[in-house]
Nanobody, 131 residues
């Protein structure tokens, strides 16, 4: 299974900011869509938080609009900038890439990090926001 390498994350107080990065080492994102999923404690499924398509268009769920922003600065690195963080943003965040099936319709997915419906997954990064 192709892997993506994540970095960033950590613990912040509410209102703070964090940036996550997702890097592909075995391919480029030219022909892939890249998304960020998150899994909250006690939840078996992950929620698609944001998505950047290969054409550069982006998608965000309502709860993060205006606070989260995805960007891509190289062919194989994507970022998720998170601002005005809230305690409810606390979760393990996974990046995922796929050439075809990563769409807003895939809003919830099980087995984050290993689900073979998508081409590649990151290892997961814990983001903790304290009140």
């Amino acid at each position: 299974k192709v892997q993506l390498v994540q970095s960033g994350g950590g613990s912040v107080q509410a209102g703070g900011s964090l940036r996550l990065s997702c890097t592909a080492s075995e391919f480029t994102f030219d022909a892939s869509d890249v998304g960020w999923y998150r899994r909250t404690q006690g939840n078996d499924e992950c929620e698609l938080v944001s998505l950047i398509k290969s054409d550069g268009s982006t998608y965000y769920i309502d709860s993060v609009k205006g606070r989260f922003s995805m960007s891509q600065d190289t062919k194989n690195t994507v970022y998720l900038q998170m601002k005005s963080l809230k305690p409810e943003d606390t979760a393990v965040y996974f990046c995922a890439a796929d050439a075809e099936y990563l769409t807003p319709q895939l809003g919830w997915i099980s087995h984050c990090g290993v689900n073979e419906a998508l081409d590649a997954w990151g290892q997961g990064t814990l983001v903790t926001v304290s009140s």
